[in-house]
């Protein structure tokens, strides 16, 4: 089925037999001009099109809070058909500043998850510093620091796969380690480290901003690492450590988590699991896609990618309702 506009109805027709179910959108960055951070970030969508989006969710969906995805999970609470949560991970300034103002427009609820560590400096996630290493060198060529394979960056392909590699070492590293592994790659690379005079990252004030607007503030971690491929002290001091530091800055319990997922898999394991249980979450949500049902475990709940594009927006979103993902 070619037009969207009929694929929409036979999904929404599908989707009254296919029982209740909530949605979780997961989103990172909003800007004026994606190509602009598309060296660092890199996946931002344009302002016009998570507009579009804000509208389109108001109108065609009930747009609900991570709470109420939470109750309705965990407690079987009711709520209105097509119920919708957004969710923004990593903690970008851009959320304050574009994002914001749309979602009042729209008086759509949202979600931050925040990554503590990028508020207090100001530094972008390691991915991102590696995004814009990898992007912005003129060397000619990049040696892995563990197996020793040489990738050669004259071309898009070589610089992927070399990027690539030193993702899945960063996601396995955690705070000191992961800074020291980040710091070595940008110097043997040869670029001006990608750090808070970016101004890429929300502070603290645009934290609070955010919560007093009346939207959730959630925890993702200190450095960003995959919790699944770190020890378990790290796992732990990077679950509780984000926890108790955005208490400590909003005065309030922060009860939502985001795992973080930049590379490898497993997400996480039955280990992250108990100890963000452990630390007082009430639900945590992954980056694997489907939608919620009643019953589903509220410290892994799925989320749907919101696609960057109109149409795949909206296609991924109705899929999720008739249950294509899960
Ligand atoms: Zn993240």
């Known amino acids: 089925m070619k037009n969207a506009a009929v694929r929409g109805r036979v999904l929404r027709v599908a989707a009254r037999f296919a029982g209740p179910r909530a949605v979780v959108l997961m989103y990172h960055s909003v800007v004026e001009e994606p190509e602009r951070t598309a060296n660092s970030i890199r996946i931002s969508h344009s302002r016009a099109s998570f507009e579009s989006q804000m509208s389109a969710l108001a109108r065609r ?31 970008f300034a851009d959320n304050h500043d574009v994002v914001l103002p749309i979602l009042r427009r729209y008086s759509v609820p949202a979600t931050f998850y925040i990554m503590v560590n990028a508020v207090e400096t100001g530094t972008p996630p390691w991915y991102c510093r590696l995004n814009f290493a990898f992007s912005t060198t ?10 020793g ?13 070399a990027l690539s590699m030193a993702w899945d070492l960063g996601a396995a590293r955690a705070g000191t380690a992961q ?79 985001s795992y973080p997922h930049p590379a ?9 699991f108990q100890i963000t249980r452990e630390a007082g ?46």
């Open 179 to 257: 800074e020291q592994l980040v710091g070595q790659i940008e110097e043997s690379l040869q670029v001006e480290p990608l750090d808070a005079r970016a101004g890429l990252m929300l502070n603290w004030d645009q934290v609070r901003a955010l919560k007093e607007a009346g939207h959730i503030i959630g925890g993702h971690t200190l450095s960003h690492p995959n919790l699944a491929h770190v020890t378990e002290e790290e796992a732990r001091s990077e679950i509780r450590g984000c926890k108790e530091r955005l208490e400590q800055k909003l005065g309030e319990p922060i009860q939502h988590f």
């Open 61 to 91: 969906f009930n747009p609900v809070s991570i709470e109420q995805v939470t109750e309705f999970a965990a407690e079987g609470r009711r709520l209105p058909p097509r119920s919708v949560a957004v969710t923004f991970d990593d903690g």
């Open 149 to 161: 394979r040489t990738f050669e960056l004259g071309s898009a392909d070589g610089r992927n796969a």
């Open 264 to 272: 490898l898999n497993p997400q996480w394991t039955p280990q992250t």
């Open 281 to 326: 979450f009430r639900s945590a949500v992954l980056t694997t896609p489907g939608s919620v049902l009643p019953g589903d475990q509220p410290l892994s709940l799925k989320r749907i990618p919101a696609g960057k594009d109109f149409d795949e927006w909206i296609w991924r979103l109705e899929r999720a309702f008739v249950g294509d993902w899960n």
């Open 138 to 147: 003129i060397v000619p060529e990049w040696k892995h620091p563990e197996n």
